[in-house]
Nanobody, 112 residues
């Protein structure tokens, strides 16, 4: 059974930094595209970042950096210069056999 478990969220002041983690089990993360999404209250879920099987990365914001530790089978999202509008529930995601696999999410709140 594939499981994705996010952690690392919390309350951070504007301008601060946070690193989210997503521990995967039941899959080898290097064999799949891995993604971060987020959903703010009252808004649709939006894509945040991608790391492909060959290690190519892309992100919605230059302040966000996605990475993957193959030895730990873990995905990361480093976020810097955080803004109140970055407040959201952040989810880890992958697609296996056309089926979306989601974690439970980790809450990030940016507030003074």
């Amino acid at each position: 059974q594939v499981q994705l478990v996010e952690s690392g969220g919390g309350l951070v002041q504007p301008g601060g930094s946070l690193t989210l983690s997503c521990a995967a089990s039941g899959i080898i993360t290097s064999r799949y595209g891995m993604y971060w999404y987020r959903q703010a209250p009252g808004k649709q879920r939006e894509w945040v970042a991608t790391v492909t099987t060959d290690g190519t990365v892309d992100s919605l914001r230059g302040r966000f950096t996605i990475s993957r530790d193959d030895a730990k089978n873990t995905l990361y999202l480093q976020m810097s210069s955080l803004k109140p509008e970055d407040t959201a529930l952040y989810y880890c995601n992958t697609v296996i056999d056309r089926r979306n696999i989601w974690g439970q999410g980790t809450q990030v709140t940016v507030s003074s």
